[in-house]
């Protein structure tokens, strides 16, 4: 006795598809794999035991689910590479320019023997003392600063020790405080870092290497210097 597909549409699927399942790397194809098979089970099977309505819908569902998550992904990988090749391209763009960094650390050589930097202060305060310690924490220098404008205040050391001898090469730190309602108050310092390089990294984007500091993600920098 022979065995009728219960499904005409499927039956006209299973003959475009073929009967044979189509060997490809192509996401539609792949597809046309899946409805093939599926249509000749459904003709080869018993007529007194058809396949469960529900199960062949879940089975498709399933198909679809699979193939929605690799094309998502495969759109996520696509942006992501987008991304990466925006911020080397505007990385690029800085080396050798100075940058704005969210620390008060800067780099003084016989190149470049000043530091520069900004002092975020919430109030205005007359008189800002600005301290400059070396790398083991020795206070080189104290001077002081305006701060009667208050919000971003821009600060410059020039490179002397307090008896107005250049200092050595190396890493220092300018601190900053003030007075805030009877009270002595550390302040917020941002300094200026020389960007010699750039350096991609899969976890953390473009990644900006600063002259003796070290490197600094791209997405961390405050601002760019105009001088």
Partial sequence: MSVN??????????????????????????????F????????????????DNDQ????????????GISNLNEEIVNLNSLMTSSQALQASGLVGQKVLIPAGTGYVSEEDPTLKGVITSPEKIPSIKVTIEDEAGQVIK?????????????????????DGNPVD???YTMKASGVVDGKSQ????SSYAHVTSVSLN???????????????????VLAVSEV
Avoid: C, H, Y
Avoid at 56 to 67: L, P
Avoid at 143 to 161: C, P, T, Y
């Fill in 56 to 67: 062949m819908i879940a089975q498709m569902a399933s198909f679809a689910t699979v193939d």
């Fill in 5 to 34: 597909s219960v499904n005409p549409f499927l039956d006209s699927i299973q003959v475009q598809s073929g009967t044979e399942t189509k060997k490809s790397n192509n996401q539609q194809l792949t597809q046309e794999d899946f």
């Fill in 186 to 189: 550390d302040l917020i310092v």
């Fill in 169 to 171: 090469t190396g890493i």
């Fill in 202 to 220: 899969s976890a953390t984007g473009a990644v900006l290497n600063l002259r003796g500091i070290g490197g600094i993600r791209l997405a961390d």
């Fill in 142 to 162: 104290t001077f002081e600063v305006d701060g009667s404008a208050g919000g971003n205040i821009d600060v410059e050391w020039d490179g002397l020790d307090k």
């Fill in 36 to 51: 093939s098979l599926l249509s000749q089970q459904l003709s080869m099977q018993d007529p007194f035991k058809p396949v």
